[in-house]
């Protein structure tokens, strides 16, 4: 990119020096400390929150005072800090004043050199930051207990650490955002296709955001159709699930802040997979996943049913329920439409509320979603127990997947609604719609619904049952993208 | 028309949307479960001047299902059978559904055009119309006791393994057959167009001929006046070789007991029940192999073999015992 | 694993097993079918080969473009109407015709690329046959051989026959118009025209082992006998053949759009996979629901047997103004 004169740094270090203070003269955090070494005047300048002054003492400035070496002038000192001296600083020279905020606001400790029109930076960040700690989400018995920071080097690092070869890549990028936030694409180039790899590259580029604060921001740029609501990419919080999905040959966006690496491409199977199912028998993990794929069925369209039996094809219902469900259904003041809909909403509320409200207040937030508006309602008629039930079910299995829970919810609103509206017609132009949105999705050429349809050995081998992993191991080549 | 091509999608969309609100405006029209009248069960009957119908129907408020207390009757009549059905609809008090019902009774005395008429009348009616079983009977019970006696039919007919459905009416040209209730057990009966019905009350014969005619897998009775219990799986085949058919009817692990301590041994009692099941053949073939009839279904084993023929000759019965 | 050129074989097969599934009578008995098979067979392949190789000579001509279009309209209507007339059958206080109407036509909005029409096609598909397995599991205690009828096997009985089996579905036509990648492997009409017979003939015969002689004065026999039938504790399965009717007509509903796009002019967006523009689907729902409108009240059965007697006729003009331009044509003239 060509450069603008005016963006260069100038050889005069006051210049510089009034450049710095005019941006940063007033913020809190910034530091700036005249020296000389050797005969050469240079300023020390860095942010404290991300640079450690001691650091920078220990590493840089003692090891300079013991140096024999004096130095004429600027450009022979900037020749030896970056080339002779065993001090930790940056391979390349900062040359423009854009790589000079840059490498302050990543944490470097910045030398600007009267006489030379570089600067050097030097590694001494120690910024505040959250430790390596279990994931929140993403429960798994067995298997690391490690997770994402939100350190965008950190992420790397951890990567780095279960990736030991030399195929791995993680490529840095700077988003077109106001804050100007980095963005790491990770993946084995030997594995990764390179035309989605490239395809992907190109996609990230185009996109401007006001501002990027996590990788799922991304999403929606990633998704070639608009209307379809089945997620572009997966989430993950634990590296070794990263780690896994990169040696399947996909890749991996690390955002800076975001302690989430997003998934691309992202099949429709993979939400109800867990690295558990991999350490686990093959048999119990096989019948786990089964039953996910059933809670996953339940949660969107159990309470669409249920409306869809009461209401228009109460022949599916068994005889000794009718009675029940017929005596409930005539002591509650809503259709059965309305109720599962006010049922689903109160409790979506609930789960809202209880996420959002403070640690020192949510258990109160349970307490009376449970006990007050569940027992007071069906007390006071407004709501049924069976409709009740259904509704809890619906929820309870929703997150067995919790991937999919945006989808979920959404898909059992729709289904409740068009069930209820219309009887049979109406469920089946839901279960149509949500069957359409997962085949016509096509993550980067992909099939979505890759390798669940069309069956194939594969659904067998790794899709709604797993196989022993000798015989995983076998086919691993056939299972790579 | 330059105004109309410029907004040409819009003006589709607004009059897509007022559609859509016509087709909202008759949705959720379906009545709700507690205003429904869940059909269980409907009996026919004949009247001096016309045709009764009475329908079972269960009960919401009762919390007792599948007994007397959970089921109510609704009556009507009328000259003909679909009159009488229509004011028994009309005396319900919410909307008629026949999607759980599963028992229809006829009279005994009915023939084969009374029945298929009835046949017809359910399957235009009885909408969504499920799997109902056909059963004829001696006598109508009253109203009040028609919970018990669907009940009971019922249990009767998951305890004989009895199958038969709408279809069985019309599966044959112009004959079918039809169990006939009679509390402990059941007897049988083949209906022919424009002949008189055959009628078996003897309960081994009757269930030979079930059996025979595809309605059940299983004999479960007493013989030899009461004397003898039969329990058994029973699979049925028909050979036809030359002009000859034979109807193999294998009896698999019988169980025969002497209830009265006579001091049967095994292969007495199984030669007493293959005389009698061979009797009980005899006089039942005697019955109904009139004209071109073939109550047991043996003609298009014979049309395979030998071609198309006019009238079916009585295949001859051979008894396996398999233990 | 990468989705490659998309491939509408199963939307097609898909299409025609609806057709018999969704019958409202059967024509002939099971025996006469079977015998009657190959002839059957034979002459739909050649005709729906006939009409492709025609189309290569005619296919530019807007009038036979607006007149496979109109054909492709009406029946995309009578495919709602009978599937309503099946509600209004299986539920008598449902819901209006406009509103099942738009429950079939709303999703072909997410049908509108050639790869989920034919992805969709095949979990529809694989769906279908696993119903129709544990269907005939179902209602197997009620399945008696001695149910089959002796047909005589005359002139009357063939040509009845003849009649319900060559019917030149719209199904059978369409390959025509696909672009070259979209072209099928080998032998495609022949898969076509001899998967689709077997199972007609496989279905008449499950019915005829149920119903005896009144198969054919059955209305809607798949439907009833399904309804007959217990799976365990699943007494009731006749709604989930429904919601499975109702996708397979969406189905068939979302590839004749496709032609139908593709008669008007080829694809509306930029990519071939994009089949039809998002942009078109406010006229083509106003559409369905104006012909259904206007046929509501009209006899399904004489319409569809006009469809298909006009489908018939059309099919012939073309293949009879195909072979004579390819004689014409100076180019296939042999050099003297």
Known sequence: MKEHPEERIS?????????????????????????????????????????????????????????????????????????????????????????????????????????????????????????????????????????????????????????RTDSFVAELHISHTHAKTEYCLCYDRLRAPADTVAALRRRLEKVRLPVLLDSAYFASFLKQDKLNLFPAAAYTERPATACARICEGKVAILVSGSPFAMIVPSFFSEHFESLDDYSSGAVFAGIIRLLKYIAFLLSVFGPGLYVMALTYAPEMIPIRLLGTLAQAEAHTPLSPMLEMLTVTLLLEIVREAGLRAPKAISHTVSLVGALIIGETAVSAGIVSVPVLTMAAAATVATLAVPSLYEQSILFRFAVILLAGLFGVPGFACGALLILAMACGSDPFGYDYLYPLMPPCRASVRDGFVRTIWSSLARSEEEGRL | MAAFARHKAGIVRWILGLFCCAALCGCEQAPLLSQREVVNAVFFESQNNGCKVLLLVADHTSSEQQTQAGFRAVEGVGKTQAQALAAAEDALDGQVFYGLMDLAVVPVSYGWEEVTEIGRLLYQNAKPAPQITLLMTERLPDGEKAGELYTEMKDGVARYGLTNGLQELFSAQNECALPIWQGTGYGFSILQKGQQASRWNEKLAAQLAAVLCGQTDRIMCTFDQGKIALQTKVMVQAEVSGRETVVHLTLVEPELQDLENIGYSDSQLQALLCDELQQAYADMTADSYTGSFDPFHTRIQRFSVVGREETIPVPALCLHLES | MKREAPNLFAALLLGLFGNIVLSSQIGYFARTGILLLPVSVAILTVAAWGFSFGWRMLGQSPIMRWSLLALLAMSSALEILRLWRLFETAYPDGMNMLGICLMIVVPVIYLRRV????????????????????????????????????????????????????????????????????????????????????????????????????????????????????????????????????????????????????????????????????????????????????????????????????????????????????LLSPDTRPES
């Not at chain 1, 240079?42 to 300079?64: D, H, N, Q, W």
Request: aromatic share 8%; with cysteine.
């Open chain 1, 11 to 163: 050889a005069n270090l006051q210049e510089n020096k009034l450049f710095l203070q005019e941006r940063f003269g007033d913020s809190l955090d910034f530091y700036s400390k005249d020296l000389t070494l050797g005969q050469v005047s240079c300023c020390i300048v860095l942010f404290t929150g991300l640079a450690s002054p001691e650091k920078l003492t220990v590493m840089a400035l003692s090891l300079l005072e013991q140096q024999n070496e004096t130095f004429q002038n600027g450009a022979r000192l900037c020749r030896y800090l970056l080339r002779q001296s065993r001090i930790p600083t940056e391979g390349t020279p900062i040359t423009t004043r854009t790589m000079l905020v840059e490498r302050l606001a990543n944490g470097l400790a910045v030398l600007l050199i009267d006489g030379c029109p570089c600067a050097v930076g030097i590694s001494t960040q120690e910024m505040p930051q959250r430790s390596v700690s279990n994931p929140g989400g993403e429960g798994n018995m067995h298997g690391p207990q490690e997770a994402f920071t939100e350190l965008l080097r950190n992420n790397v690092s951890l990567l780095r650490r279960q990736f």
């Open chain 3, 115 to 326: 790869s989920s029409i034919a992805q969709t096609a095949n979990v529809v598909l694989a769906v279908l046959i696993l119903a129709c397995g544990l269907l005939v599991v179902s209602i197997a205690p009620q399945l008696h051989v001695s149910n089959l009828q002796c047909a005589p096997f005359d002139r009357t009985e063939v040509r009845t026959t003849l009649w319900a089996q060559l019917i030149l579905y719209p199904e059978l036509l369409l390959p025509a118009l696909w672009p070259g990648s979209a072209r099928f492997g080998k032998h495609t009409f022949l898969r076509l025209v001899g998967w689709s017979l077997m199972f007609s003939a496989a279905v008449h015969l499950l019915l005829e082992l149920f119903f005896g002689t009144d198969a054919i004065r059955q209305e809607n026999p798949l439907h009833t006998a399904a309804q007959s039938g217990a799976l365990s504790i699943f007494n009731r399965l006749e709604w989930m053949q429904l919601i499975l009717w109702t996708m397979v007509v969406t189905i068939k509903l979302a590839v004749y759009l496709y032609a139908g796009v593709r008669l008007m002019g080829g694809h509306a967006c930029k990519s071939e996979n994009n089949a039809v523009g998002l942009d078109r689907f406010p006229f083509y729902f106003a559409l369905m629901l104006f012909l259904c409108a206007l046929w509501r009240s009209a006899d399904i059965g004489t319409l569809t047997a006009i469809r298909n007697i006009l489908m018939g006729l059309y099919a012939g003009m073309v293949i009879l103004g195909g072979g004579i331009r390819w």
